[in-house]
Nanobody, 110 residues
C-alpha cells in the first residue's frame, strides 16, 4: 500500500483559500482513482472530490465550483485547491488512494 502524507491545512477566514497537498511514498500511476475526503467532528467521513488517472473529476455538490482536485503522477502528488471557504467546510481532510493518510486540519473562522 502507498503511504500518504497530507499537508497544507490551517486557519483561514471565510472566503479564503487553501491548497492541500497529498504526497505519496511511491508511484500513484497504478492507482486509478485518488480521492479527498473530509470528516467534521460528530459527522461521518464524506467524499469531497476524486480524480482518475485520465483526469476525470467528480465533486460533492457542496464543493462544486469552489474546490479543484488535481494530480501529478510524475511527482506522486495529489492536490485540493479550496477557494471561497465557508463556515461549513472545517474538517480533517484525508487523502485516499489504496490507504488513508493521517489527515490535515482545516479551520474556517473570522
Amino acid at each position: 500500500q502507498v503511504r500518504l502524507v497530507e499537508s497544507g491545512g490551517g486557519l483561514v477566514q471565510p472566503g479564503g483559500s487553501l491548497r492541500l497537498s497529498c504526497a505519496a511514498s511511491r508511484s500513484i500511476t497504478s492507482i486509478y482513482i485518488m480521492r479527498w475526503y473530509r470528516q467534521a467532528p460528530g459527522k461521518q467521513r464524506e467524499l469531497v472530490a476524486s480524480i482518475t488517472n485520465g483526469g476525470t473529476t467528480t465533486y460533492a455538490d457542496s464543493v462544486k465550483g469552489r474546490f479543484t482536485i488535481s494530480r501529478d503522477n510524475a511527482v506522486n502528488m495529489v492536490y485540493l485547491q479550496m477557494n471561497s471557504l465557508k463556515p461549513e467546510d472545517p474538517a480533517v481532510y484525508y487523502c485516499y488512494g489504496d490507504s488513508w493518510g493521517q489527515g490535515t486540519q482545516v479551520t474556517v473562522s473570522s
